[in-house]
């Protein structure tokens, strides 16, 4: 399995991006896949996940800014950003959960500054 991350870069406080994340290989129908964020020093923390079925969860920070969607055709995954803060910067990786083992992304760097 490989997941390919795009649509990172360089926003201003209280702009939008969406990140989009692409799998491919041995996809199995039901899995569960998310983002998730990381900045030097701290853990990699989920920022929101979508399961085949589509069910959501988001970390509460983002509640209300970002929105997580998938296209289970394409095996892709999105995740809309509004409303960025300065806190949002982080490199942002993509997961993929099936059959009891992840798959991970490259990261994608998103810096939110005027």
């Known amino acids: 399995v490989q997941l390919q991350a795009s649509g990172g870069g360089l926003v201003q406080p209280g702009g939008s991006l969406r990140l989009s994340c692409a799998a491919s290989?041995?996809?199995?129908?039901?899995?569960?896949m998310g983002w998730y964020r990381q900045t030097p020093g701290k853990e990699r923390e989920l920022v929101a996940s979508?399961?085949?079925?589509?069910?959501?969860n988001y970390v509460d920070s983002v509640k209300d800014r970002f929105t997580i969607s998938r296209d289970n055709a394409n095996n892709t995954i999105y995740l809309q950003m509004n409303s960025v803060k300065p806190e949002d910067t982080a490199v942002y990786y993509c997961?993929?959960?099936?059959?009891?083992?992840?798959?991970w992304g490259k990261g994608t760097q998103v810096t939110v500054s005027s």
């Open positions: 997961k993929l959960g099936q059959w009891g083992k992840d798959y």
């Open positions: 290989g041995s996809i199995v129908s039901r899995n569960v």
């Open positions: 979508i399961t085949s079925g589509g069910w959501t």
